[in-house]
């Protein structure tokens, strides 16, 4: 099986040499430029945007009573959803000994360091008075305040931190050995002492590779329940409200379907684009492409199911505030959301039934992006719907972006973008010594 | 590596397989000392140094301590440092502590897995005699060395005859 995870013909020294020349002999230097003036240019939109609200207020925002949560919070859930799916394709599938993670695996990774990074802003700026954010910390403090530890908002915020701390960790420890080809490979002086210090003096001994094995197991053991209990405590953020349409059993588990769906997708979106500008084809091979587009078509069916309960709950259940929000869902104002997330995260998906579409990058690449923007829709439905439509018709009212909410969503899109672009110049995109791995174990396999 | 170590010959060989060949004959003509590096994990490899990797206990340790940390900080603050009667319910509601606990263990043992990695393999080291070694560069993409410690030179020419068997594409001697 391993055979066509990396095309015949290639050896140890040609993967290296592919992977280590994306980043000493750059090909499209000018196609890179102008994506990261792009990035750049969004990121400094929203640095303008974060300052005026520093400034202004949460008030530029479209929020208000009723709905008091809007893009910051939908925001917050799509991109730490996204970051998600990146790590559990990395540390679900080692755990599996899958394979065909090898060459998708740093390439996720780096994914979820900046989807969390992303998502990590908009709580803060969420906040009225972002400057106390630190309040949010257990520490000794003269008034004599603990912060409060049986709300979910507060299990929010360690459970984020801790996985933004963990998933840099995870990310770095799969890097160590590739930081030392690096250093081993880079033509200036510069980079060998920059790649050498970050390798921290690696040198592949017997020794060395049992116990960096034995950590690596150790740390994606433990980044798959991570992933699980943060996507789950992020549901328990609305389940824990009494809101109509929050207040349900399975949002926990409905967040995670969601996470990892939208976290494949997104890896499809930038799979498929990287090995074809850098010619990648023959270690991300169309088997890899096959098996992220069954998985998404998998966990597109989990979100249908947890869609088709919900409203099941809402009618089979006896509250006619549930029945109310349900059917407002279906036909009210917010219903093209509805609508719209239940074509790209439910029905587009169905495609990937057909082994044709999934050998078609530029079907995938569609599909991948109309799950990532579908699964946007189904955030921002959940936050805003619920509260525009709570018990009391006094308590209606509805939520319009203003160019302030915009302006910031395409700044953490351009710092995304950013953030990859300059990785895949400084860093190999491919986990080179997982690849040599698999190329060995092909070899015995034929030997 | 015995400490009395003053001869290190490097050894390349062309895989992994002829690499351990050397390993296995060296170790048993009696050769301490021995060290592989490999641009990639070769389990059996690491099965010859005979030693167990203690990573996973300190992980787990970490993780004991993460719990035992989370778990008194909420207790203490929700029961000594700020006790909140709200509508009678009980100071010490563990229940609602566990989800900060749980994330309290997982960061722990990230961290005490990852120091325990960094520490247990020798890391971070300045400089490695390995490094001498003619063409070591590539033993992080493509190359295969064994290198061998002697502590005089009583059996310096019995160990270049024996590795001469073992087919190395090339074998040097180390500056001391």
Request: glycine share 10%; proline share 6%; with cysteine.
């Amino acid at each position: 099986m391993s055979d066509r995870l990396i095309a015949p013909g290639e050896s140890f020294a040609s993967v290296t040499d592919r992977v280590t020349g994306i980043v000493f002999d750059p090909p499209h230097r000018l196609g890179w430029w102008l994506l990261m003036l792009l990035a750049l240019a969004l990121v400094g939109l929203g640095t303008l945007a974060i300052g005026w609200l520093f400034v202004a207020g949460i008030g530029i925002w479209g929020i208000n009573i009723p709905v008091a949560w809007g893009f910051a919070i939908s925001n917050y859930v799509w991109w730490i959803g996204m970051a998600s799916g990146g790590t559990m394709i990395s540390s679900l599938f080692h755990v599996m000994r899958a394979d065909w993670r090898s060459s998708v695996n740093r390439l996720a990774e780096t994914m979820t360091l900046f989807a969390a990074a992303c998502a990590g802003i908009f709580p803060i700026l969420h906040l009225g008075r972002p400057y106390y954010f630190y309040w949010l910390f257990p520490y000794p403090n003269v008034m004599g305040l603990w912060p409060q530890f049986r709300s979910p908002l507060l299990w929010d915020f360690f459970a984020i931190l801790t996985y933004v701390l963990c998933s840099m960790l995870f990310w770095y420890v799969g890097l160590i050995p590739d930081l030392a080809t690096m250093r081993d490979r880079a033509p200036s002086r510069a980079g060998q002492i920059v790649y050498g210090l970050l390798a921290l003096g690696w040198r592949g001994s017997a020794l060395q590779w049992l116990r960096y094995q034995s950590a690596y197991r150790v740390l994606a053991g433990l980044m798959g329940p991570l992933v699980i209990s943060v996507h789950s405590i992020v549901g328990l953020d609305f389940a824990g409200g009494l809101t109509p349409g929050w207040h349900s059993t399975q949002y926990p588990p409905f967040f995670v379907f969601g996470a990892v769906l939208s976290g494949f997708g997104i890896v499809l979106m930038l799979a498929i684009p990287l090995r074809r500008a850098y010619r990648l084809e023959a270690l991300i091979t169309p088997r890899h492409l096959d098996i992220l587009a069954r998985l998404t078509l998998l966990s597109s069916l989990a979100v249908g199911y947890a869609y088709a309960m919900d409203l099941f709950t809402a009618f089979y259940g006896d509250s006619r505030y549930d029945h109310d929000l349900a059917l407002d869902r279906l036909i009210g104002h917010y219903a093209p959301l509805f609508w719209i997330t239940i074509l790209c995260n439910l029905l587009l998906p169905q495609a990937l039934w057909w082994r044709r579409v999934r050998q078609d990058t530029r079907l995938l690449l569609v599909i991948g992006a109309s799950v990532v923007l579908g699964m946007w829709c189904e955030r921002i439905l959940i936050v805003l719907q619920s509260l525009a439509h709570e018990y009391e018709p006094s308590r209606w009212g509805l939520f319009h972006p203003t160019f302030w909410d915009w302006a910031t969503l395409l700044g953490t899109i351009g710092l995304f973008l950013a953030g990859l672009l300059l990785l895949l110049r400084l860093l190999p995109a491919l986990s080179l010594f997982e690849l040599r791995d698999l190329l060995a174990r092909r070899g015995a396999a034929h030997g | 590596m015995a400490e009395a170590t003053r001869l290190r010959v490097s050894a390349q060989f062309a895989d992994d397989a002829a690499l351990l060949a050397a390993a296995c004959r060296l170790r048993a003509a009696g050769f301490a000392g021995l060290e592989a590096y490999t641009p990639y994990p070769v389990p059996a490899l690491g099965a010859l140094t005979g030693r167990a990797s203690r990573v996973p206990a300190i992980a787990f340790l970490g993780g004991l301590a993460g719990f035992a940390l989370g778990l008194g900080l909420q207790l203490y603050a929700t029961i000594i440092g700020y006790p909140l009667d709200v509508g009678g319910r009980p100071l010490d509601s563990w229940p609602m502590y566990l989800p900060t606990v749980y994330e309290f263990v997982v960061g722990s043992a990230v961290l005490a897995a990852t120091l325990g990695f960094i520490l247990t393999a020798r890391l971070p080291r300045y400089h490695h005699p390995a490094f001498e070694a003619p063409g070591f560069a590539r033993a992080s993409s493509d190359g295969f060395f064994l290198l061998v410690g002697l502590p005089d030179r009583a059996r310096y020419q019995s160990l270049h005859e024996e590795l001469a068997r073992c087919r190395p594409l090339a074998v040097a001697d180390l500056p001391a």
